[in-house]
């Protein structure tokens, strides 16, 4: 391992909501637009201009005696910090696990290898956290060049590239909505149990009792806004993966049934689109006509809705009127499946 003198550490600030880094790191690069900070009162001077950058930092792990670079990006960079500060809403937005609680406040049987560390699963990184009451830390330093671009060391990106949001007013009706979730699938269990009781078993109303606590729960699971387009950003979120990623393969993903609601004013149900899921997908212009014949057949049908292509394939379906020819269309779908575009001949335009 490689040491040198710029030593500093990584602080976890509970009330940070973006990492924040100082002259104690190595700049890889900054963004063009610039952020205003603010303090914890409004009292405090707002620093003006601060950059938005990508940053690392060395981390000599005692127990492997390996060095890893921790890259953070969509931080700010702040020169006159001497430490560095830690979101960990950002680390954890990015898949990392931080177990920020210190060992001194568990119990014994709660203490394990991975309490009170960071983690991040995928390139087997584990960083111990110290605790300077009321504040948890680690060690860090800053890298050489040479140590950036060494393949000996690995380096982790412990926040994403995407440009972070810190804010989010739908995030608030999640939670809650999850609790919810946690709420009613403990009611659900509970209801259960009192069910194997003996005695409620034995009284269909004390069932029913049990059973009409859990009506009118589901109402609060609902969500706000309309997430009916999925944007490159929420993708390389998930993946933990790169804009660019996520855009070339929202590219290359089949979307079916769109529904657009940028145009839609107030409140509007729309019916759900598993119904045309189901059914296979035919790549392929399907033309449709009704035909009807000289009289009325032994089973009543008086006409016939005749879907054809232009490959000289053709399907009919017998109807008994004429109106009735958009059941057929079921009937299509299942046997055939879900053309790319269906036109009538014109007389049903």
């Known amino acids: 391992m490689a040491t040198t003198s710029c030593g500093s550490r990584c602080e976890l600030d509970s009330h940070a909501n973006t990492c924040a880094f100082g002259r104690r790191c190595r700049v890889l690069h900054t963004y063009s637009h610039t952020l205003n900070v603010t303090g914890f009162h409004s009292s405090m001077e707002t620093l003006k201009n601060v950059h938005v950058a990508c940053v690392c930092v060395a981390y000599d792990c005692v127990s492997t ?184 393969t929202l590219d290359k993903t089949e979307k079916r049934a769109l529904r657009d609601w940028t145009r839609v004013k107030g409140d509007r149900r729309f019916r759900p689109t598993q119904l045309q899921l189901r059914y296979p997908r035919v790549n392929c212009v399907i033309y449709c006509d009704v035909k009807f014949g000289p009289c009325r057949s032994l089973e009543g049908n008086t006409c016939l809705a005749v879907y054809a292509t232009k490959f000289q394939w053709v399907k009919a379906y017998a109807l008994t009127e004429e109106k009735q020819v958009h059941q057929s269309l079921t009937n299509l779908f299942r046997d055939v499946g879900f053309p790319s575009a269906l036109i009538p001949d014109s007389a049903y335009h």
């Not at 680690?138 to 972070?164: A, G, I, L, Q, Y």
């Not at 929420?234 to 993966?241: E, G, I, L, M, S």
Request: contains cysteine; glycine residues 2%; proline residues 6%.
């Open 65 to 248: 005696m390996s060095t890893y670079i921790l890259v953070f990006d969509q931080c700010l960079y702040i020169p006159s910090l001497d430490v560095n500060l830690l979101c960990v809403d950002q680390l954890r937005d990015h898949g990392l696990k931080v177990n920020d609680v210190p060992l001194i406040r568990l119990s014994a049987d709660e203490r394990t290898n991975e309490s009170h560390s960071i983690m991040c699963k995928e390139t087997g990184l584990h960083v111990p956290l110290d605790f300077d009451k009321p504040i948890s830390y680690f060690k860090c330093r800053v890298p050489t060049p040479d140590e950036v671009e060494s393949t000996h060391n690995t380096t982790v990106n412990m926040t994403s590239s995407v440009k972070w949001e810190p804010y989010d007013e739908n995030t608030n009706q999640m939670d809650e909505n999850i609790r919810q979730q946690i709420l009613l699938k403990r009611r659900k269990i509970d209801t259960l149990s009192s069910y194997s009781n003996p005695y409620v078993s034995s009284c269909p109303f004390a069932l029913s009792q049990l059973l009409s606590n859990t009506k009118g729960k589901i109402s609060s699971v609902r969500t706000n806004g309309k997430s009916y387009i999925i944007k490159p950003e929420q993708p390389a979120r998930r993946w933990r993966t790169s804009l660019d990623c996520a855009t070339r």
